[in-house]
């Protein structure tokens, strides 16, 4: 049974750091597409961050409002995916949800349970 | 960067009726475009991907058409567990971008 389990997010002052991990089970998220995707509070989602497969050379894509802060990654050893989020800024607060894409083509179908991050004072 | 508008943002209907949801880009996607329930407190969950093509598990009476700008979401008759928000979401181009949905309630 595929599986997606976040944790790691919490209440961090702005400026500070943090990383979220995704346990994954039921495949190897080497081989797949992995992805962040973010919703804050009673808003709409919002694609961060993706990872290709090894296969497809992991390349890693960023928008633009995280480039530069958070990095996305994987320990296959683990079988774990990353985001380490760096000068975190109240904006950022959200539900942050770990996806993968694994019969529908580069469509996100298998997605964890979310874990929320608050950024504030 | 791709911005997808959905219309309308509530469609209020009840049990039985169809539903049609529409999403527009703002430039041509071809058919990559996909659309997702989400209820409180819960995920998204995958209904349509590559706009026609429905995931894994999804009932019959979700559809989607549409390439190039125009798409639509259509639930054919309305159940009780249909009533939440969908969202259309593009991966024609990076940042790949989410719509910002459309909530169907019960009329």
């Known amino acids: 049974e595929v599986q997606l389990v976040e944790s790691g997010g919490g209440l961090i002052q702005p400026g500070g750091s943090l990383r979220l991990s995704c346990a994954a089970s039921?495949?190897?998220?080497?081989?797949?597409?992995m992805s962040w995707v973010r919703q804050a509070p009673g808003k709409g989602l919002e694609w961060v961050s993706l990872i290709y497969s090894t296969e497809y050379g992991g390349s890693t894509y960023y928008t633009d409002s995280v480039k530069g802060r958070f990095t996305i990654s994987r320990d296959n050893s683990k079988n774990t995916l990353y985001l380490q989020m760096d000068s975190l800024r109240a904006e950022d607060t959200a539900v942050y949800y770990c996806?993968?894409?694994?019969?529908?083509?580069?469509?996100?179908?298998?997605w964890g349970q979310g874990t929320l991050l608050t950024v504030s004072s | 960067e791709i911005v997808l508008t959905q219309s309308p943002a509530i469609l209020s209907l009840s049990p039985g009726e169809r539903a049609t949801l529409s999403c527009r880009a703002g430039q041509s996607v071809s058919n990559y475009l996909a659309w997702y329930q989400q209820k409180p407190g819960q995920a998204p969950r995958l209904l349509i991907y590559?706009?026609?093509k429905r995931a894994t598990g999804i009932p019959a009476r979700f559809s989607g058409s549409g390439s190039g700008t125009d798409f639509t979401l259509t639930i054919s008759s309305l159940e009780p567990e249909d009533f939440a928000v969908y969202y259309c979401q593009q991966r024609s181009n990076w940042p790949f971008t989410f719509g910002p949905g459309t909530k169907v309630d019960i009329k």
């Open positions: 590559d706009a026609t």
């Open positions: 039921g495949f190897a998220v080497s081989r797949n597409y």
């Open positions: 996806a993968t894409a694994l019969s529908s083509g580069w469509t996100l179908d298998y």
